[in-house]
Every structure is written in C-alpha cells, then in structure tokens.
C-alpha cells in the first residue's frame, strides 16, 4: 500500500515540471515521425530490411531512450530525499519499488506516445503484425 502512495507522490512530482511531460511526450513522437523513414531509406541502401519494420523499431527506440532518460534524472534529483526516507524507516525494497514502477508508468507514457506516432505516420493499426516481421 505504501509503494503505491509513493509511486503516486513520485508521478506527482515528475508531473510538476511540464518540461518533463513535454519531452517524454514530444521527443517520442518528433523521432517516429522526423527519423523513421530515413532510418527506413538507410536499412535498403544498407542491404537489409527497410520499411515499416524499421519504422516500427523506431518508435521503440525512442521511447526506450526518453524513458531511461526521464528515470535517470527522477533518480538523480530524488536521491537526497531518498536517502532521508530510508533513514526515517522505509525499507529501501519498498523504495526500490516505487522508483521501478514510476519508471514503468513513465516508459508506458514515452511507448504511448511513440506508439501514436507510429500508427499516425505509417498506418500500423490496420495490420499491427505486419511491421514486427519480415516478409518472407
């Protein structure tokens, strides 16, 4: 029950700033939409698979990217207060917890994002397999 008030507390605190919001929503969806099709263009140059099995990997690029990023610098701004809970009583486990499952809401966040993208640019949503394997 604590680990999800902190988490709650920890999502609060990274809602606060509007620049975090912003990134992991902007930068997820500018590098589907900007990168995705000349990463596409450089796999065919390159000899291998192009399209949208490329572009579909992109948008897990991004928000694999953003996503560490955001938990890298919630975890480093957090790190005086943590260590302050902890001397208070917290069981670091329960600590640990809350970070990891902030982390996941804000990688859900970036995915969404990327994932919008994606289905906005390249049309993924009509055939969602199509993109995730090679034709053959």
């Not at 953003?66 to 890298?72: D, E, G, L, S, W």
């Amino acid at each position: 029950m604590r680990t999800a008030l902190f988490e709650r507390r920890f999502l609060a605190e990274a809602a606060r700033t509007p620049v975090n919001l912003l990134v992991l929503i902007l930068v997820p969806v500018v590098f589907v939409v900007v990168a995705a099709r000349p990463l596409a263009d450089a796999a065919e140059l390159l000899g291998g698979p192009g399209g949208p099995a490329v572009q579909t990997a992109t948008a897990g690029w991004a928000a694999g990217f953003i996503a560490a990023i955001a938990m890298y610098f919630q975890i480093r701004a957090a790190r005086a207060a943590d260590r302050r809970l902890v001397l208070a009583g917290l069981a670091p486990s329960r600590l640990m917890a809350a970070r990891m499952a902030t982390g996941l809401a804000l990688a859900l966040i970036a995915t969404a994002a990327a994932l919008l993208a994606l289905t906005t640019r390249t049309g993924i949503g009509d055939d969602p397999g199509r993109g995730c394997w090679p034709e053959r």
